[in-house]
C-alpha cells in the first residue's frame, strides 16, 4: 500500500529555508513529499532523502480511478503513463543453478524476520562449487527488482515546470537534494529532472554574459529555462520500472551516462523513488558476506585496471570557481580533486558544493577562489576519501559504501594524485564486465 503526504501552499511569497519539509514554503503545485509504505528492506540504506512519515493530508492511491490534479492540489494518479521505454530487457548470462531450498513463490509476502534469507534464496548458488564464478554479483542483480531496493519510508521532491527557478534549487538545498523530476502539468507526465549539473551550465554559459544577466534568469520558470538556456544540453527523462531487475538499472546508469534514475510506474504513472549508483552498490554490499566472494574480489586495483589513471582533471587552491565550472562543463566530471604546490591531494571540489552558491545567493561572485567556497560546506568534512593502487577490491568497495561518497581518490606513499576510482568504475566492474564476459563465451561456445 503506498500512502501519500501532500504539502502544498497556495500563496506564498518565498522560500523557507528548513530541512523540516513541513515548514518548507512553496508556491503552489511545486512540492510533493511521499512517504511510501511497502514491504522493503528491515533497515533500508540511509539516504539523504530518507524521511519519516508524517500525518498531513495523507491519502491512500487507489487504483480503481486516475484523479486529474488542480492548480492547488498536488496528490494524483497520473492518468496518461508515461513511457516507459528505457526498461531493458536483457537476458541472464548463464540458466539458474539447482538448488536445495526452492525459491518462495511470493518474496514480498514474507515477514521481516526472514527478508535476507528469502531475497538471497532467490539468487540460486551452488553449494558444492569449488570457487565462486565471477558472475555471481550479476545473476544477483538479476534476480532482484528495482522495487526490492526501494525504502519503506521516503522522501521525494518533485518540482512542477511552472516553479521559479530560484526556488526550486533553494529547495534542493533546504533538502538536501541533488535532483528532483520535473512535472509537466499540461502533457502530465514527468518530462525531466532539474539536476545541479543544470544549475552549473547556466552559471558557466552566462556568467557575466552581456548578453543577459544571471539575476534575470533566477526569476524564468523552470519551462522556459528548459526550453531556452538548456536546449543544447536537454535529453529527455530516462526513467526504469520497478519491475525491471537491479541489472537493467546498472545497465541504464552506465551506458546512458547518469546518475539518477526515476523509478517510475508504468500503471499509475507515480515516481517512487530515485536511483543512484551509490543506492544500489549499498543494497548489493548489504549481502555481501552472505554471497560467496569470486576470486577477483580479491585482487588489486592495479591488477584489475579499474579506475581513470590518465590525464585526471585537478584544481589548485586559489583557481576561481568559474574555472572550476568551467572544468566541469567541459570535461564532463563531477569532482574537482584539490592538488597544492608540491602534488598532494588537500581537498576536493565536486558539484554537489556548488549548490552552496545558490544557498547562499553568491553565484554573482564566481572570481573567488575554491579555498574560500569550500569554508562554507554546508556538511560536516570528514576529509578526502583516498585509496592506494595494492588495495584489493573488496577492501575498496567497503571503503567507499561506509564513507557514502561518489568516488575515492587513487594516492601514491606521497598522498599525490595518481587517479579516480568512481562508483560507475566499481558497478562496470562487478556487474557489467562479468555479463559482456558471459555475453562473449557465449558467442564461442
Given amino acids: 500500500m503506498h500512502s501519500y503526504c501532500v504539502i502544498a501552499c497556495d500563496s506564498v511569497d518565498g522560500i523557507e529555508s528548513s530541512h523540516d519539509c513541513s515548514t518548507l514554503a512553496l508556491p503552489n503545485k511545486s512540492f510533493r513529499d511521499v512517504n511510501r509504505h511497502a ?9 539523504p532523502t530518507q524521511a519519516p512519515s508524517q500525518p498531513v493530508f495523507t491519502q491512500e492511491a487507489v487504483p480503481s480511478g486516475p484523479e486529474r490534479p488542480d492548480a492547488r492540489s498536488l496528490s494524483r494518479s497520473i492518468s496518461t503513463p508515461p513511457d516507459t521505454g528505457q526498461r531493458l530487457s536483457l537476458p541472464s548470462a ?11 513463490s511470493n518474496s514480498t509476502s514474507q515477514p521481516v524476520y526472514g527478508l535476507f534469507e528469502g531475497m538471497l534464496e532467490k539468487l540460486e548458488l551452488d553449494d558444492d562449487a569449488a570457487e565462486p564464478e565471477s558472475d555471481i554479483y550479476m545473476r544477483f542483480m538479476k534476480s532482484h527488482k528495482c522495487y526490492d531496493i526501494v525504502p519503506t519510508s521516503s522522501k521525494l521532491v518533485v518540482f512542477d515546470t511552472a516553479l521559479q527557478v530560484k526556488k526550486a534549487f533553494f529547495a534542493l538545498v533546504a533538502n538536501g537534494v541533488r535532483a528532483a523530476p520535473l512535472w509537466d502539468t499540461e502533457k502530465q507526465s514527468f518530462v525531466g529532472m532539474l539536476t545541479i549539473t543544470d544549475f552549473i551550465i547556466i552559471l558557466h554559459r552566462y556568467y557575466k554574459s552581456p548578453m543577459v544577466q544571471i539575476y534575470e534568469l533566477e526569476e524564468h520558470k523552470l519551462e522556459t529555462w528548459r526550453e531556452v538556456y538548456l536546449q ?15 541489472f537493467d538499472a546498472v545497465y541504464t546508469l552506465i551506458k546512458n551516462k547518469i546518475h539518477r534514475l526515476p523509478v ?46 590518465r590525464d585526471i582533471a585537478f584544481i589548485r587552491p586559489n583557481t576561481p570557481i568559474i ?10 566530471v563531477s569532482a574537482l580533486p584539490v592538488v597544492d604546490e608540491t602534488g598532494k591531494v588537500v581537498d576536493i571540489y565536486s558539484k554537489f558544493d556548488v549548490i552552496n552558491l545558490a544557498a547562499e545567493k553568491t553565484y554573482n561572485n564566481l572570481d573567488i577562489t575554491v579555498t574560500q567556497a569550500l569554508k562554507h560546506r554546508s556538511q ?9 593502487k ?16 561518489h568516488r575515492l581518490v587513487v594516492v601514491d606513499e606521497h598522498s599525490s594524485i595518481e587517479g579516480i576510482v568512481s562508483l560507475s568504475d566499481i558497478l562496470q566492474a ?5 555479463a559482456d564476459a558471459c555475453k562473449e563465451e557465449t558467442l564461442t561456445d
Fill in 380 to 388: 560536516y568534512f570528514e576529509g578526502v576519501m583516498k585509496c592506494h
Fill in 323 to 332: 574555472k572550476a565550472l568551467n572544468i566541469f562543463v567541459d570535461r564532463r
Fill in 39 to 47: 514491504s522493503g528492506l528491515s533497515t533500508p540504506p540511509t539516504t
Fill in 264 to 309: 517510475i510506474d508504468p500503471v499509475t504513472g507515480n515516481a517512487l523513488y530515485i536511483l543512484t549508483h551509490k543506492r544500489i552498490l549499498k543494497f548489493l554490499q548489504l549481502f555481501m558476506c552472505e554471497i560467496p566472494k569470486p576470486a577477483f574480489m580479491k585482487q588489486t586495483l592495479g591488477e584489475l585496471g579499474i579506475g581513470s589513471y
Fill in 232 to 246: 543544447a544540453t536537454f535529453k529527455p527523462l530516462v526513467n526504469i520500472s520497478p519491475d525491471a531487475s537491479l
Fill in 430 to 434: 562487478l556487474v557489467l564486465s562479468p
Fill in 94 to 104: 548463464k540458466p539458474p543453478i539447482p538448488s536445495s531450498s526452492p525459491v518462495p
Fill in 390 to 405: 595494492m588495495e584489493t577490491m573488496e577492501t575498496i568497495v567497503d571503503r567507499i559504501v561506509k564513507a557514502e561518497v
